[in-house]
C-alpha cells in the first residue's frame, strides 16, 4: 500500500527519559532514514540504514541510536532524551538506487521537558 | 560534499500568480534533483525529480522545474497558484559514492493569499 508508519505521532518525555522511536514500511525497501525538523534547520539525517543491520551516522547521530532487525522496521532511540532533542522526526523509506524517491511517515513529534 | 540552498525562507503569492521557488546545489558532477512538498502536519511528498534528458522536468499539481547546470540551479515554477499549493517546498541532492544520503535544502513557506 505504499505507506510508512511512525509510532507514537506524539509523545511527551522528562529530560534522562529513554525514548524509542518506530518505523515501518510495506514496500520492501532496503534503505530507510531517520531525520530531525527543527524551524529554520529543514531536514537533518540522523541515521541510514541500507538494510537489516546495516547502518550508517548520518549528519548528527550523536545522542542517537538505531536498530533495524527486520527490513520493513527500523528504530530510533534516545538514550536519555535531552531537552534540545525536542524535535519532530520523520522516517523515510526508499529502494536503494540514489534516484529513488523517499517515502516519508507523517512525523512523530517528541517534546523532552 | 553536497549542499543546498534554499534563499527564500517565505514566499508570499496571491492566488492565480506564477511562482518560482529558487533552489541552487553544489555538487561536483552531476547528481539526481528533487523537490518535496510538505503540507500542515504531514511527511514530504515527491513533487518531482530529475537525472538527465530534457532539463524542464513536469511534476504533480502543474508544478515544473529547469534544471540549468550552468548555474547549479534547479528552480521550481508553476503558472499559477491555488490557495492549496500553500505548503512548505524543499529541494534535494543525492550523489554518487558509496551511502547516498540525500541532503535537503531548509525549506521554502509558500503562503497563498486568496
Known amino acids: 500500500d505504499m505507506k510508512v508508519t511512525q509510532m507514537p505521532r506524539y509523545l511527551i518525555k522528562r529530560m534522562g527519559e529513554n525514548v524509542l522511536l518506530e518505523c515501518g514500511q510495506d514496500?520492501?525497501?532496503?534503505?530507510m532514514y531517520w531525520y530531525r525538523q527543527d524551524p529554520g534547520l529543514g531536514l537533518q539525517l540522523i541515521y541510514i540504514?541500507?538494510?537489516?543491520?546495516?547502518?550508517s551516522e548520518g549528519d548528527i547521530p550523536k545522542g542517537y541510536r538505531v536498530s533495524r532487525k527486520k527490513r520493513e522496521h527500523f528504530s530510533l532511540i534516545l538514550d536519555s532524551a535531552k531537552t534540545n532533542q525536542t524535535s519532530v522526526y520523520f522516517c523515510?523509506?526508499?529502494?536503494?538506487?540514489?534516484?529513488?524517491?523517499?517515502?516519508f511517515g507523517e512525523g512523530s513529534r517528541l517534546i523532552v521537558v | 560534499a553536497q549542499s543546498v540552498t534554499q534563499p527564500d525562507a517565505r514566499v508570499t503569492v496571491s492566488e492565480g500568480a506564477s511562482l518560482q521557488l529558487r533552489c541552487k546545489y553544489s555538487y561536483s558532477g552531476t547528481p539526481y534533483l528533487f523537490w518535496y512538498v510538505q503540507y500542515p502536519r504531514q511527511g514530504l511528498q515527491l513533487l518531482l525529480k530529475?537525472?538527465?534528458?530534457?532539463?524542464v522536468v513536469q511534476g504533480v499539481n502543474g508544478f515544473e522545474a529547469e534544471f540549468i547546470k550552468s548555474n547549479s540551479s534547479f528552480h521550481l515554477r508553476k503558472a499559477s497558484v491555488h490557495w492549496s499549493d500553500s505548503a512548505v517546498y524543499f529541494c534535494a541532492v543525492r550523489g554518487p559514492g558509496g551511502n547516498y544520503k540525500p541532503t535537503f535544502g531548509k525549506g521554502t513557506s509558500l503562503v497563498v493569499h486568496p
Open positions: 514496500m520492501s525497501h532496503e534503505t
Open positions: 530529475y537525472y538527465s534528458g530534457d532539463p
Open positions: 523515510a523509506s526508499s529502494l536503494w538506487d540514489r534516484g529513488n524517491t523517499l517515502y
Open positions: 540504514s541500507y538494510d537489516v543491520d546495516s547502518n
